[in-house]
Structure formats: C-alpha cells, structure tokens
C-alpha cells in the first residue's frame, strides 16, 4: 500500500548490534503495529501505538523498543540483536475499515 | 493470548472448484473478523472483513460467520490459480490497541 512505507526492505546485520526499523505512513492513522512473522508461528505483535509517544507493548516485546515521536512514523528497535530476532517485520495501520500492511523489512542477524 | 486457529493445510482443489477455509477462535467476546490472503514473499492484504453472524459475499469471495461457534469461514468459488496463496484469519482484539490477533494461515494450492 503506497500509504505505508518500511525501510529498509532487506538487513544483514551482526548479532549485538543495534538495529531500527522504520514505518512511514501518510494517512494520519492513529494505531500503528509492529509485527514479526516467522515460519510455524505466524504473524505476532511486537509493540503498537495508539498516538504521538504512547506506546505499549504486545506479545513478544522482549528485546524490542519503539519510539513514536511523530503521527506518521513508528521506529522499531532492536536494542541488541540476536539469531532469534532473524525473521520478518511488518507495520501495520488501522484504517477504520480493515488493517493495511507495510511491504514488511526482512531482516537476518548473523 | 486469546487463540485463533486455523488448518495449515495444504488445501490443494482444482481450477473451478469452491475452496472452503475455517478458522475458530477462543475470546467469545469478538467482534470483527478479517481474511487475508498472502503471497509468498509478500505482505498481507485485506480480502474481506466480517461482523455480524450470517455470510457476506464480495465476487467470488464469501465470508461467513457464526459467534455462538466461534467459528469464521472463507468460502472462494471459481477457484483460480492465481488464489494459490496463504490465507490469514484474523480477529481484533479488545485491548492491546484494538490489534489483529492472527491464525499461523491456511495455505491453498489451485492445480489447472
């Protein structure tokens, strides 16, 4: 969807380092979503906002932050990454009338 | 965590035959229910959604829903193999910021 947009689409990176994903959104949403999709598991909620600095966290939240400091980004950190937290991520916007999906950021940690 | 679950399949029918996925779910108190349909490699989009019990049909798609069981079903006819793809339930949740909370996805194989 052209109104929700994820950098970077693809990361290598090194386990322990710190790495943020990033959502953009053009729609004035209000909820935005941070899921992980993995093989066997499906798609899980990491961390969601419901506004400018109000954030919470959702089911598999350990080992991430997220920062909202403005409507229309969602930053999703990775403090220190590990093997596990190889997977893909995927924002999310509520629409009023469904959810719409960023085109995910694949990430692998080595 | 309020469950939904759903046959990972795979669901293999032939071109022109009528798909059926089901999905159950456990928190009674739901209310909106989606589909969605995921090719590989890329990221889920909205085929329908669904709130009061009954069906409701858009094209060749029908979802249908029934809260005493707790059960949603998505119903494809004229099956074609560009529907070849993982289909995602999906219900939304009370709290955690009215989130979806998903199925692991059905995954449907269309054979010409």
């Known amino acids: 969807d052209a109104g929700i947009t994820q950098s970077p689409r693809h990361k290598v990176t090194e386990t322990g380092t710190p790495v943020t994903l990033r959502c953009h959104q053009t729609e004035n949403h209000r909820y935005m979503y941070w899921y992980r999709q993995d093989p066997g598991h499906g798609l899980r909620l990491i961390h969601y906002s419901y506004g400018v600095k109000d954030t919470d966290k959702g089911e598999v939240s350990d080992g991430y932050s997220v920062s909202r400091s403005k409507t229309e980004d969602f930053l999703l950190t990775l403090e220190s990454a590990t093997s596990s937290q190889t997977s893909v991520y995927f924002c999310?916007?509520?629409?009023?009338?469904?959810?719409?999906f960023g085109s995910g950021t694949r990430l692998t940690v080595v | 965590q309020k469950e939904v679950e759903q046959n990972s399949g795979p669901l293999s029918v032939p071109e022109g035959a009528i798909a059926s996925l089901n999905c159950t779910y456990s928190d009674r108190g739901s209310q909106s229910f989606f589909w969605y349909r995921q090719y590989s490699g890329k990221s889920p989009e909205l085929i329908m959604s669904?709130?009061?019990?009954g069906d409701k049909e858009d094209g060749r798609f029908t979802a249908q829903l029934n809260k005493a069981s707790q059960y949603v079903s998505l119903l494809i006819r004229d099956s074609q193999p560009s529907d070849s793809a993982t289909y995602l339930c999906a219900v939304k949740t009370s709290n955690s910021g009215y989130a979806l909370n998903f199925g692991k996805g059905t995954s449907l194989l269309v054979t010409p």
């Open positions: 999310a916007t509520s629409t009023g009338n469904g959810y719409t």
């Open positions: 669904i709130y009061s019990n």
